[in-house]
T-cell receptor, first 115, second 114 residues
């Protein structure tokens, strides 16, 4: 078990709605990354937060936004939901430090279904 | 355009035998690679990693080999156990806008039969 938790486990929304997903990082970790995993695909990087600031972003539109809080927990917000947003959303935490490659540890994910 | 490719969607192996999972990449700037294992209804679990300055890294039953000239890596599991049945993802550390983040292949589903 990684110590990374996510809520909720499952969520059903309708097209056009907004959704907020939550992630609690592993103790001692200062970085959180969010990924989207569509059916039959590998996880795709959405963005990363380091010390409460966005620190890199993948090829996702601005309606995907995030926050990281001082306790290093995090939120992923998606506005104007589309059917293609149906996926497993994974967060991963790590401890960023100079000169080393930080291993990312994943939570169990939130399964989002958009109808 | 997929930068990390796992061309075998599935692999079936007998218990006790070797499992070999393959991964190819296209970006020569990648310098760190990881393997994750994923069970249904769980997040990916880190297995083993390798830096481009090495060609082999071993951890118990798991060994990863890296061939930089061929842009190819493989994960060997010896001996395979039924509990190893899962989806295995190969990932590379991204560069540019995705620096420090993981670029995954589509995964290979391993089935280890008793």
């Amino acid at each position: 078990e990684t110590g990374v938790t996510q809520s909720p486990t499952h969520l059903i929304k309708t097209r056009g709605q907004q959704v907020t997903l939550r992630c609690s990082s592993q103790s001692g970790h200062n970085t959180v990354s969010w990924y989207q995993q569509a059916l039959g695909q590998g996880p795709q990087f959405i963005f990363q937060y380091y010390r409460e600031e966005e620190n890199g972003r993948g090829n996702f539109p601005p309606r995907f936004s995030g926050l990281q809080f001082p306790n290093y927990s995090s939120e992923l917000n998606v506005n104007a939901l589309e059917l293609d947003d149906s996926a497993l959303y994974l967060c991963a935490s790590s401890r960023k430090s100079l000169g080393s490659t930080d291993t990312q540890y994943f939570g169990p994910g939130t399964r989002l279904t958009v109808l | 355009d997929q930068q990390v490719k796992q061309n075998s969607p599935s692999l079936s192996v007998q218990e006790g035998r070797i499992s070999i999972l393959n991964c190819d990449y296209t970006n020569s700037m990648f310098d760190y690679f990881l393997w994750y294992k994923k069970y249904p209804a769980e997040g990916p679990t880190f297995l083993i990693s390798i830096s481009s300055i090495k060609d082999k890294n071993e951890d118990g039953r798991f060994t990863v080999f890296l061939n930089k000239s061929a842009k190819h890596l493989s994960l060997h599991i010896v001996p395979s156990q039924p509990g190893d049945s899962a989806v295995y993802f190969c990932a590379a550390i991204g560069t540019g806008g995705s620096q420090g983040n993981l670029i995954f292949g589509k995964g290979t589903k391993l089935s280890v039969k008793p």
